[in-house]
């Protein structure tokens, strides 16, 4: 069964560090999402991504973010110079279609610790 | 603008125990509804979901959920938990017009033998 998948499971950085997120969607899906996890709270979404473009983003998606999809499988969560707060589960998603007909499909995660 | 309340963090049942997961979502417009469960070191794999079709949804490993606008609930439901289904389970609501999911915080259900 399509599935999927996130590198590196766990990242530690020290804090200003950048660091990158990666991800490998679904092949046939055409939307991806990052979502995030702080410890104890709930998940937040952070971004969608369409036709190469940003298409909704949250409030939490400020300037320290980007995302990419470098190539035709990878997409990418980019966090330019980390912060204590940053530290959280990040979650990649892709669906078919923008549509929540069409459920999203999550990733296993990445745990960021920032030091 | 959506939300989603999952009333208790935790939830402990006896194993052949019923299993009863409460989600109460609020939108302004007709929502969508997702239960997915999270296994440790897993991802969120989606247990049923709701598209305005039948309000009484059925999913997978036995689990079902009835939406209910009058209360604007979307519980989950197990009739006979398995020491397999210890997990964190977390509502979501989506909407169209937004590509985003808005999620609950999440129910650790514990299985006891």
């Known amino acids: 069964e399509p599935e999927v998948t996130q590198t590196p499971s766990h990242q530690v950085t020290q804090m200003g560090q950048e660091v990158i997120l990666r991800c490998v969607p679904i092949s046939n899906h055409l939307y991806f999402y990052w979502y995030r996890q702080i410890l104890g709270q709930k998940v937040e979404f952070l971004v969608s991504f369409y036709n190469n473009e940003i298409s909704e983003k949250s409030e939490i998606f400020d300037d320290q973010f980007s995302v990419e999809r470098p190539d035709g499988s990878n997409f990418t969560l980019k966090i330019r110079s980390t912060k204590l707060e940053d530290s959280a589960m990040y979650f990649c998603?892709?669906?078919?279609?923008?549509?929540?007909?069409?459920?999203?499909?999550f990733g296993p995660g990445t745990r960021l610790t920032v030091l | 603008a959506q939300s989603v309340t999952q009333l208790g963090s935790h939830v402990s049942v006896s194993e052949g125990a019923l299993v009863l997961l409460r989600c109460n979502y609020s939108s302004s417009v007709p929502p969508y509804l997702f239960w997915y469960v999270q296994y440790p070191n897993q991802g969120l794999q989606l247990l049923l979901k709701?598209?305005?079709?039948?309000?009484l949804v059925k999913g997978i490993n036995g689990f079902e959920a009835e939406f209910k606008k009058s209360e604007t609930s979307f519980h989950l439901t197990k009739p006979s938990a398995h020491m397999s289904d210890a997990a964190e389970y977390f509502c979501?609501?989506?909407?169209?017009?937004?590509?985003?999911?808005?999620f609950g915080t999440g129910t650790r259900l514990k299985v006891l033998a």
């Open positions: 709701y598209t305005s079709a039948a309000t």
């Open positions: 998603a892709s669906s078919a279609s923008g549509s929540p007909y069409n459920e999203q499909f």
């Open positions: 979501a609501v989506g909407t169209s017009g937004t590509y985003k999911y808005i």
